[in-house]
């Protein structure tokens, strides 16, 4: 929430934003679920985004990346698990953090094959991949 909400504020200035003008608490207690948590916060900010400003995100995407205070994009585990998840699911574009990008080269050519990878390392490179030709 808290970068969603600066990510608002510098980028929307002229948009008035529910995030902007309340205060949202989002509590994901750890090993509440095991393997889930941290590793949403680039979706829980996109999809923070694609609620003020009434944008549905690109299809067929899926991303995973923890996300800090300043928007920098961390590394994950489970890659792997995400990727064969995200295959079934029929995604056929993928975000990650940059610093997954090993794990990604280590995966089979055949669990590659037909999904677009971005690697990011911070927010600011995420939304124009997932909000594709967004006029600010």
Known sequence: ??????YTMQHFESKISPLVESTLHLHCPQGAVPKDGPSA???IVTGLLSLVLQQP???ATAMTGEVSLKGKVLRVGGIKEKILGARRA?????VMPEENRCDWDELDDVLREGIQVHFVSHYTQVFPIVFEAREN
């Open 90 to 94: 029929g995604v056929t574009c993928v």
């Open 57 to 59: 995100v690109r299809q």
């Open 41 to 43: 916060g680039i979706a």
């Open 1 to 6: 929430y808290s970068y969603a909400r600066v």
